[in-house]
Nanobody, 124 residues
Framework: QVQLVESGGGLVQAGGSLRLSCAAS????????MGWFRQTPGKERAFVSA????????ADTDSVKGRFTISRDNAKNTVYLQMNSLKPEDTAVYFC?????????????????WGLGTQVTVSS
């Protein structure tokens, strides 16, 4: 059974930092591309960052470039999202997702597995 479990969310003041983790089990993690998405009430889930199977390539949505960094540790079956200089508009539930083809997918389409999400709240 495949599981993706996000952690590391919480409440932080604007300008602060958080590091999200997504621990994967039940799949050949090192072969999967991984993505981070976020969603606020009443809005569609939106792409944040993605990383390919071996970490050689990444992609970020424009609003987080220079502030967020995606990385992975295939030995620990974990993908991370380091979030710096957080803004109130970064408040959302953050989800990780896994793509069996190992690629970078900057949309919700194509991912095979999803976690249940972790809440990030940035106060002004």
């Amino acid at each position: 059974q495949v599981q993706l479990v996000e952690s590391g969310g919480g409440l932080v003041q604007a300008g602060g930092s958080l590091r999200l983790s997504c621990a994967a089990s039940g799949l050949a993690f090192s072969a999967y591309g991984m993505g981070w998405f976020r969603q606020t009430p009443g809005k569609e889930r939106a792409f944040v960052s993605a990383i390919n199977w071996n970490g050689s390539r990444t992609a970020d949505t424009d609003s987080v470039k220079g502030r967020f960094t995606i990385s992975r540790d295939n030995a620990k079956n974990t993908v991370y999202l380091q979030m710096n200089s957080l803004k109130p508009e970064d408040t959302a539930v953050y989800f990780c997702a896994a793509d069996r083809f190992g690629a970078i997918l900057p949309s919700t389409q194509g991912y095979d597995y999803w976690g249940l999400g972790t809440q990030v709240t940035v106060s002004s």
